[in-house]
């Protein structure tokens, strides 16, 4: 059973950088992508990045630039480094493993 936790969430102030973490057990991520979603108050959930088995990454277009996936297969977590944060990122964040997905971290960014 995979399980993914998530963390790193938090009050930031806009400019302001945070890292969140998705610590995977029961599967690797390095085995399949893993995503990154977030959904705001009132919104419905979008994509935000992803890196795929391969390494490769992809962005949404709210974030390309100013964010970053990585992952460490050694402890099996994914990493968003998210910098220059804007009011907008607002968000729970998700991270999602084939058809599994965490709680949710929240992170507010005040203006």
């Known amino acids: 059973q995979v399980q993914l936790v998530e963390s790193g969430g938090g009050l930031v102030q806009a400019g302001d950088s945070l890292r969140l973490s998705c610590k995977a057990s029961?599967?690797?991520?390095?085995?399949?992508?893993v995503t990154w979603y977030r959904r705001a108050p009132g919104k419905e959930r979008v994509f935000v990045a992803m890196?795929?088995?391969?390494?490769?990454?992809l962005y949404g277009d709210s974030v390309e630039g100013r964010f970053t996936i990585s992952r460490d297969n050694a402890t099996n977590i994914v990493y968003l480094q998210m910098n220059n944060l804007k009011h907008e990122d607002t968000a729970i964040y998700y991270c999602s493993l084939n058809v599994s997905w965490g709680q949710g971290t929240q992170i507010t960014v005040s203006s």
């Open positions: 029961g599967r690797s991520v390095s085995s399949e992508g």
């Open positions: 890196i795929g088995h391969l390494g490769t990454t």
